[in-house]
């Protein structure tokens, strides 16, 4: 099972001492997923995918009030996802990888292979339903 050395330590039990611990790779990727899992931080990381946005131009495009989106920016920094860059009074944000924007891609195309077989299932249905 991959692990990943984690920040937290726990005591031993037997001296009081501190023992590294291991987070399993499968929960830091449920929360990766999490972090993932609100409409607001996908739609910016869509529109991050395209180009740098300024936060004043990133207003209209995820359609949420200015304080939701400042909280929905600082969650994917906390996440490493996006990072920053001021220029005069304005805020510019970006993609810390290329890699996000190939997840989304990926995301797309498998909710488009699923969207497709209900579609088909739901044209089967409608084909076979009694006369």
């Known amino acids: 099972m991959d692990e990943v050395p984690s920040t937290h330590t726990s005591t031993d039990g037997g001296g009081g001492g501190t023992a590294q611990a291991s987070t399993p790779l499968y929960q830091l990727k449920a929360e990766f997923f999490k972090t993932l899992g609100h409409p607001a931080r996908i739609r ?69 292979g699923v969207l497709q077989g209900q579609a088909e299932l739901l044209a089967d249905l409608r084909a076979s339903r009694p006369q």
């Open 44 to 112: 910016v990381l869509e529109l991050l995918s395209q180009r740098e946005h300024a936060v004043a131009e990133m207003l209209p495009e995820v359609g949420i009030e200015p304080a939701s989106l400042s909280q929905q920016l600082a969650v994917l920094r906390k996440a490493n996802l996006v990072a920053t860059r001021r220029e005069g009074s304005n805020v510019y944000y970006r993609l810390t990888s290329p890699d996000v924007a190939e997840l989304l891609r990926v995301a797309r195309g498998i909710l488009s």
